[in-house]
C-alpha cells in the first residue's frame, strides 16, 4: 500500500476544523504534496449536478467518478491554486454549500467511494505527501506515517464559516449553518462505509480555542518528536 519511501501524513475530521488549511500550510512547510480528498467527491457532485444525475443513482455516478476529468494545478507565486473540471475551473463552484451536501450524499454509496479510492492513493508521491479528508487514515492511507484527528465544537465551526461567508460578501444565517453542520457530521459519523470518525493510531486535536498557527506547531512538533522530520 503506502510506500515509506512516499511518507503520508493524514489529517481527517468534520468539516469547518481548519483541515484545509492546515493540511496546505502542513504540505507547503514540509514541500510535500497534498491531497484535499473532499475536493474529488465535491467534483463528482459537480458533475453530477452538471450532468442532471440523480444522488441516487449510484451506476452512473460512479462511472462519473471513475472517469472525472479532472486537473489539479498547484498555487505558484503568481497565482492560486486551480481545479480544472472539463475544461473549467470550478475551485469557488465546488465550495457552494448544494454542492457540500450533493458531495456528502453521494459520498454514502459504497462504489463511488471504490471508484475515486485509487484516484487518491496515487496522490502518495516522493517525497510526501499530506491528505486531509474523513477516512484518510482508515481506509486510504492505512499506514500512513502520521494520523490526526482535528475536531472543534459545531457552533465554532458554524462561526468561522459564517466568517468566511461574510469575507466574500455573502450573508448567511448562523442557526441554518449550524444545523447544516451537525446535518451534514450526523451523515459523515453514520454511513455505513468508511464512516468519519479517528482512528486508532489517531493523534486527537481540538482546535476550538487553538488558533491555525498553534495546531500547525502541535502538528510539527509531534512530526519533530516521531522522527518523521
Ligand atoms: O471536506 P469537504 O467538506 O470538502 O467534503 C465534502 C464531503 O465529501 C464531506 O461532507 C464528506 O461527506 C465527503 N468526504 C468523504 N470522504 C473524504 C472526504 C470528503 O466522504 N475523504
Given at each position: ?5 512516499n ?10 476544523a481548519?483541515?484545509?488549511?492546515l ?24 458533475a453530477a ?7 441516487e443513482?449510484?451506476e452512473?455516478?460512479c ?12 498555487a505558484?507565486?503568481d497565482s492560486?491554486?486551480q481545479?480544472i ?9 465546488i ?7 450533493m458531495a456528502s ?5 459504497p ?6 479510492l485509487?484516484?487518491?492513493r496515487?496522490f502518495?508521491?516522493r517525497p510526501?505527501?499530506?491528505a ?9 492511507f492505512?499506514?500512513?506515517v ?7 465544537e ?6 468561522r ?8 460578501g455573502?450573508?448567511a ?21 468508511a ?6 493510531d ?8 487553538l ?6 506547531s ?10 518523521i522530520?
Open positions: 500500500m503506502t510506500n515509506p519511501k511518507p503520508v501524513v493524514t489529517i481527517d475530521g468534520p468539516g469547518g481548519g483541515k484545509g488549511t493540511a496546505s500550510l502542513l504540505a507547503k512547510e514540509l514541500g510535500w504534496h497534498l491531497l484535499d480528498s473532499g475536493a474529488l467527491y465535491r467534483l463528482t457532485a459537480l449536478i452538471n450532468h442532471g444525475v440523480a444522488a443513482d449510484e452512473t455516478l462511472v462519473l467518478a471513475g472517469h472525472l476529468d479532472v486537473r489539479f494545478v498547484a505558484t507565486e492560486d491554486a481545479i473540471l472539463e475544461g473549467e475551473q470550478v475551485e469557488s463552484a465550495r457552494a454549500e448544494e454542492v457540500g451536501k450524499r453521494i459520498a454514502t454509496l462504489r463511488v467511494r471504490d471508484a475515486l485509487q484516484r487518491q496515487a502518495a508521491e510526501g505527501l499530506v486531509d479528508g474523513r477516512d484518510m487514515g482508515t481506509v486510504v492505512p499506514d500512513a502520521i494520523k490526526f484527528y482535528l475536531t472543534a459545531a457552533e465554532e465551526r458554524a462561526r464559516r459564517m466568517e468566511q461567508l461574510k469575507q466574500k455573502i450573508d444565517n448562523f442557526d441554518r449553518l449550524l444545523s447544516d453542520i451537525i446535518a451534514r457530521d450526523e451523515r459523515d459519523m453514520n454511513r455505513e462505509i464512516p468519519l470518525k479517528p482512528a486508532d489517531a493523534i486527537m486535536l481540538d482546535s476550538t480555542r488558533t491555525i498557527q498553534e495546531v500547525l502541535r502538528m510539527l512538533d509531534q512530526m519533530r518528536q516521531q522522527g522530520i
